[in-house]
């Protein structure tokens, strides 16, 4: 079944791109047509090119499908991203895909899920916002967008980004005719049926991480007791709700990135120099840390955050649980130094935060479900005939390297590019080198 569309409009990004907005309407669920509908919203680039003389055909160039990270993150502007400019000299055009429920793609919030009615609809909804459907909705716009295609060019490549990759993996399993290529980064899923294995490795990295935030900044140590016993003592309004020590520790996830360890001592050192001038956080600092969560402005990324890891059986909270094996990340006076912890969604944030507070009991009926599908078949992975090319980080710390390093040996067919010299988000942060470690597995021109 093919997306309807249902508007598209062009406009410029001066010398450099043509971009077209379209809105789309597919299935709610694919197995049930019938029942309803949902709006996606993509956007469309190619090179912005004007010639003396117009070609008597538009060519129909080759699709590039970005699937963002997350879950629950909508796409930004085209030219915000530095992967487009070597895509487009490689002769794609690209779609940017707000996810169901990202961006402008029937945005979930709390306000929008409760239309649905009580908790235990609203659960049932949620269950279609996972990475089955996303392909299901890009196999739906592809069969659309290349209609008109000769019909040995109508598969299109992908490159998923983090939680893009699983999609990916997810593409593979279930719509493999419908793809010509996979660049995957930092974003080899684990095959795995709950989170619990996941959470066993991520903890490790997290806790690496944090050794080498204080061996760089050891006086950090003393500051971050000093603003955990301030938050204990103190109730700190945020735009977006609390500021308790436990929301305060999740600030490490900036840890992942290029340049995290930087930006978390920044906050830290705000934060002491407010108190010991005020005796209290300023609004700028406020802001900052508000920034720095999220998770009000993105409900799919803490509600489904597990889940995304589940096939058949409940995730139980696995990030709180396995938090009880790790006094690290106690926060308490006795300890010589509190741990940040990672991108793990803990059950306090259902508290901390307003609009994660409107859909704590939903939250829980998910985190107690079973009847989560299969998200990918190992069986047609091994037997693959799609090339792969994955960059995977050694230090990868939302994606543990070894269960990358499986995964990619169950892809049949996968090429790497592996190094110990980039984050999670390289994609963004060392984009040249990426795109080119990758046009490279795929040109093979690796000597």
């Not at 680039?45 to 997350?70: D, H, I, M």
């Amino acid at each position: 079944m093919a997306a309807k569309l249902i508007d598209r409009r062009f406009h410029n990004v001066p010398g450099k791109l043509r971009v077209a907005e379209l809105f789309f309407d597919v299935p709610l669920d694919y197995s049930k047509p019938s029942d309803g509908t949902l709006r996606l919203f993509a956007r469309s680039v190619s090179r912005l090119n004007k010639p003396v003389e117009p070609a008597k055909e538009e060519s129909k160039l080759p699709w590039l499908v970005y699937l963002q990270g997350g879950p629950g993150f909508g796409c930004s502007a085209p030219q915000n991203y530095g992967f487009v400019e070597p895509a487009l000299n490689k002769g794609y055009q690209i779609l940017f895909l707000d996810q169901r429920g990202t961006g402008l793609s029937s945005t979930l919030t709390a306000g929008t899920l409760a239309r649905q009615g009580d908790a235990i609809k609203q659960a049932e909804y949620l269950k279609k916002f996972r990475a089955d459907n996303i392909v299901r909705d890009c196999e739906a716009i592809r069969k659309f967008l290349t209609l008109e295609y000769p019909e040995d060019q109508r598969a299109w490549s992908i490159i998923g980004q983090s939680f893009g990759g699983f999609c990916a993996a997810t593409y593979l399993s279930k719509f493999p005719e419908g793809l010509r290529e996979a660049f995957i980064c930092g974003g080899l899923p684990p095959l795995v049926d709950n989170p619990d294995p996941v959470y066993a490795r991520t903890y490790e990295k997290v806790l690496e991480r944090n050794e080498a935030y204080y061996t760089k900044f050891p006086e950090d140590v003393e500051r971050v007791r000093e603003i955990m016993r301030y938050l204990a003592t103190n109730q700190v309004a945020l735009p977006s709700g609390w500021l308790t020590p436990a929301r305060f520790q999740q600030l490490g996830i900036m840890f992942g990135f290029h340049g995290g360890l930087d930006s978390l001592h920044e906050i830290v050192l705000r934060v002491c120099n407010d108190l010991e001038i005020f005796g209290s956080l300023t609004g700028p600092t406020l802001a900052i840390i508000d920034s720095s969560g999220g998770m009000d402005k993105n409900i799919i990324y803490a509600i489904l955050h597990e889940a995304i890891y589940c096939q058949g059986k409940p995730s139980l909270w696995a990030a709180d649980r396995r938090r009880t094996e790790h006094p690290q990340f106690q926060i308490s006076d006795s300890q010589s130094k509190i741990y940040f912890t990672g991108e793990m969604v803990f059950k306090d944030m259902f508290e901390s935060y307003t609009e994660l507070k409107q859909i704590q009991e939903v939250a829980d009926i998910l985190a107690n479900a079973s009847d989560w599908p299969a998200l990918y078949d190992e069986a047609q992975l091994a037997k693959n005939k799609v090339p792969v090319y994955a960059a995977t980080y050694i230090d990868d710390m939302y994606v543990h390297f070894d269960l990358a390093s499986n995964t990619a040996a169950k892809i049949k067919g996968t090429k790497q590019f592996i190094t110990n010299t980039m984050y999670h988000d390289a994609l963004r942060s060392k984009t040249g080198e990426v795109m080119r470690q990758l046009f490279n597995l795929r040109d093979d021109s690796i000597d």
